[in-house]
Structure formats: structure tokens, C-alpha cells
């Protein structure tokens, strides 16, 4: 008997918190027609609109697909814990209430998992492309995986190519299986921002099957002055930047504690830019402050493991300029920052 049959295909966890400007859309895009999704609404303490009463008020349209939790505040890594411990899905998407996917490229994946799902041994992870939507400029940036990784077939880490830059394995590509999530331990801190790097990264140890469906699926909103991305916002929150890249520093002793060499490759390369973050956010901006902050960082991460430095300058030459003393080379690295930022559009 095949153990999957009777769950849900997939789980898409929604944190909302002061969403009802644009929760819709999210929800909307995520019906399909089909009963077999399951859609987790997580109220994370609204209260200062409606997102409590739009949550129930989908619920009660669509009581056999739509739940929904309501909680004190606990962060974004709260809301997608609570998310994670109500799934019934086999597999597991997080999409952000100000974010959608696209209906087609949903279709599409959502029939390969079935496929997966009634063969009796589903994929552990499956990955698709993003797309950056810049709605003020009506420009998209695509992010997609060619060259890195094998498309529609089921492969291992074993058989990763090489990953360009800017081919980063986010929350936004990801859909687990949802015990993988589980038996990793995974445990997200709350009210802490950009904790969906710590769900990009800690749970990859325990994926031992992959798949790649080069749709363009997660639709990823660029836009809003308050949202976590924004550079402005990165700059304020540099200390919960600084605690996320110390939570992944202490995950994993790498490569030494990941024992697929190739993965423990990608997962130092990922590091790199995840460290490189505050870094470039304290050159940015420019107070003692902010520098304080970044080589306290350092000084933690030096403690965690004395090798750990040199291996990231090594797959990151770029976190090098954001470190060092004297103005030139911060400032190659502002342009550096600038160049990839009008190019990839990430913020």
C-alpha cells in the first residue's frame, strides 16, 4: 500500500501579518480547483487591519483546502513553524502573502509531484525557477538553474554542475518533502527577519533525491519600501542579519560535517554570501556603529571555527573588499554591489 496516498499533495504555508492589502492574490493564485492542496493561513498577531477576518472569511469559502492559525507575533520564522507542525501535505511550499505563483506553472508542478506521490517514493526536493517582479518598474528578473542542475529527471548531489552567480538555491525554489523538514530538526528563530536563508540551507543534508522542473513558478514582489529586502530596511535590521548568519555559521562545520563533498561545496559558496550580506550592508552604511557590528561577527565566527574564514574568502573573493581597511576597495565594493544589484534586481 502506498503510505502517501491519503495526505494532501502539498502543504503552501502562508505567513500573513498585516496582509489584507494583498493576501488575495497570494491565496488566489495558490486554487487550483483541486482538493488535494492544503493552503495554511498563519495570522501572525495582525493588528492593524483585517488579515485576521479575510483569513476566516477564506476558510469558510474553502473549508476543505484552507486552514487557518492565529497567533501572537512570533516573526516570520514563527509563522512558517507553526505551518510546518500543521502540514498534512507530503510536500511543502512557503509563499509569502505578498508573493504568488503562477497558475500554470503550479499545474505543472503540482502534476509532477502526483506522479512522484503515486509511484510510492516521492523526490525529497524539488526545484523551480523565480522570478523577481519589480511591479513599480514592470520589469522580472528570472532566476533559473541551467548548467547547475539535471532538468526533469530525478538526480542526487553527486551530479550538481556548476552554479553561475546569482543561481542560488532560495526558500522561493524550494518545495520539500515535508518529513525531510521534519527529520532535519529544522527550527527557524522568531522575530528575527531573513530566517527563510536558515530553511534555504539547514534542511540540504537530509535531501538525498532532487528534481528540477525549470518553470517559472514563485512570483517574487520587489516594490514595497517596508519589505525586509528593501536595502534601506537591511541597513536597520543589520543585527538580525548578523544573528541569521551566525545561526547557519554554527549548523554545520563544513565541509567536514556534511558528507557529500559536492553539496558541502555549494552550502560554503552559500555561506559566503549569506556572510557577505552584513558586510556589504555595514560598508554601506558607514557608521562605527554598523563596522562594530560586522567585526563582532567576525570575531564569533572566528570562535565557532578558526578555518571557517579562509574557506569563505576562497569561494567569496567578495566578502574581501567589504573588510578591509581604507575607502578604495569599500568603494569597488559599493559598485560591485550596485552592478549585480541593477542586474539581478534583487531588492
Not at 52 to 57: G, L, M, P, R, S
Not at 234 to 245: A, F, G, K, N, S
Request: net charge positive; with cysteine; aromatic share 12%.
Amino acid at each position: 500500500m502506498n503510505p502517501y496516498q491519503n495526505h494532501k499533495t502539498i502543504t503552501f504555508v502562508v505567513p500573513c501579518y498585516n496582509s489584507a492589502e494583498y493576501m488575495d492574490h497570494c491565496i488566489g493564485s495558490l486554487l487550483t480547483g483541486s482538493r488535494d492542496i492544503e493552503i495554511i493561513i498563519v495570522n501572525d498577531g495582525s493588528t492593524k487591519d483585517n488579515t485576521a477576518e479575510k483569513a476566516d472569511k477564506w476558510h469558510d469559502d474553502y473549508p476543505d483546502i484552507i486552514k487557518v492559525i492565529h497567533q501572537e507575533n512570533k516573526g516570520h520564522g514563527g509563522a512558517v513553524m507553526a505551518g510546518l507542525r500543521e502540514a498534512t501535505g507530503v510536500y511543502l511550499h512557503v509563499v509569502d502573502s505578498d508573493d504568488w505563483l503562477d497558475r500554470a506553472a503550479l499545474n505543472l508542478t503540482l502534476s509532477k509531484l502526483r506522479r512522484f506521490i503515486n509511484s510510492g517514493s516521492p523526490v525529497d526536493l524539488m526545484i523551480t525557477n523565480y522570478v523577481y517582479e519589480h511591479t513599480t518598474t514592470g520589469t522580472r528578473k528570472v532566476i533559473h538553474y541551467r548548467g547547475a542542475l539535471h532538468r526533469n529527471r530525478i538526480f542526487t548531489w553527486n551530479e550538481l554542475g556548476s552554479f553561475k552567480l546569482g543561481q542560488n538555491l532560495l526558500m522561493h525554489s524550494l518545495t520539500y518533502r515535508t518529513q525531510v523538514l521534519r527529520d532535519s530538526g529544522l527550527e527557524l528563530p522568531e522575530h528575527t527577519f531573513y530566517v527563510d536563508n536558515i530553511f534555504a540551507y539547514v534542511p540540504l543534508p537530509f535531501v538525498e533525491t532532487l528534481y528540477y522542473l525549470p518553470v517559472d513558478l514563485y512570483r517574487y514582489f520587489i516594490g514595497r519600501d517596508d519589505q525586509s529586502v528593501n536595502e534601506q530596511t537591511q541597513i536597520r535590521r543589520l543585527d538580525e542579519l548578523v544573528r541569521v548568519t551566525l545561526f547557519m555559521v554554527k549548523a554545520f562545520q563544513l565541509p567536514e560535517q556534511v558528507a557529500n563533498r559536492k553539496l558541502a561545496k555549494y552550502m560554503i559558496r552559500h555561506l559566503g554570501l549569506v556572510v557577505a550580506a552584513p558586510c556589504m550592508y555595514a560598508v554601506l552604511a558607514d557608521t562605527p556603529e554598523a563596522f562594530a557590528q560586522r567585526d563582532e561577527m567576525w570575531r564569533e565566527i572566528d570562535s565557532i571555527d578558526p578555518k571557517l574564514r579562509g574557506k569563505l574568502y576562497r569561494y567569496q573573493p567578495a566578502i574581501f573588499g567589504t573588510n578591509v581597511p581604507g575607502r578604495f576597495l569599500r568603494r569597488l565594493s559599493i559598485t560591485g554591489y550596485r552592478l549585480a544589484r541593477r542586474y539581478y534586481r534583487f531588492n
